[in-house]
């Protein structure tokens, strides 16, 4: 049996109390419930893409990589190096969130990283069109890196928020309903014992005054 509230008082007044907290745990407890399964169904809807997003920007930087390291071969560390700190790029990225069961989730978004050859700032003459190669990959690994960025987050959000409610439902289910449920019962069991004791007190006290009745006709 679960352990009952202390110092809870037998009385009437106390048991509708618990009776009303017990409606509203029990309510409490189906709603958090139903968003628990709603926030895994969601959590196993985006979670199902990370690994595809994960392997196709991996993929993409690898790429990218090799054609770096062809270009390098090609043209000489040094002058990709210096063609690099002339092809530099500035990038604007936007943070904004969307609500998932009340989960806030990032949304980001961020211009465009793919340009055309012209746009990265370099000359045709001394570079290799595995630089090209090279530095459109990389655009285009970046964002992937951005998308990747967006659903772990929300993964990961998500996740932290299916485990609390978790919690929730189970100290619902596992303490307080049976804690609230053992009180309730502890109190009508009381109010019995008490409702019996005061009987059994009203018959003898009944008894008492018939025999003093008989006595006071009989004399």
Known sequence: ????????????????????????????????????????????????????????????????????????????????????????????????????????????????????VVRRGYGFVDTSSRLDEAALKMERALAKIINLAEVEETVRRLALEVEKTKRRVNALEYIVLPRLTATVKYIRMRLDEIERESFTRLKKIKAVLDEQAKQESAA
């Open 1 to 116: 049996m679960a352990d009952i509230i202390e110092g809870v008082k037998p009385t009437r007044m106390e048991l509708l109390q618990l009776r009303k907290r017990v409606v509203l745990a029990e309510s409490g407890h189906r709603l958090l419930k139903e968003k628990r399964d709603a926030l895994i169904s969601e959590f196993l809807s985006i979670a199902g893409n990370v690994r595809k997003i994960r392997q196709e920007a991996q993929q993409e930087l690898s790429d990218a990589y090799q054609a770096l390291l062809a270009s390098q071969a090609i043209m000489g560390v040094g002058a990709v190096k210096d063609v690099s700190l002339n092809a530099d790029q500035d990038l604007n990225v936007d943070m904004s969130s969307r609500n998932i069961m009340g989960v806030r989730v990032p949304i980001i978004e961020a211009d465009k990283a793919e340009r055309t």
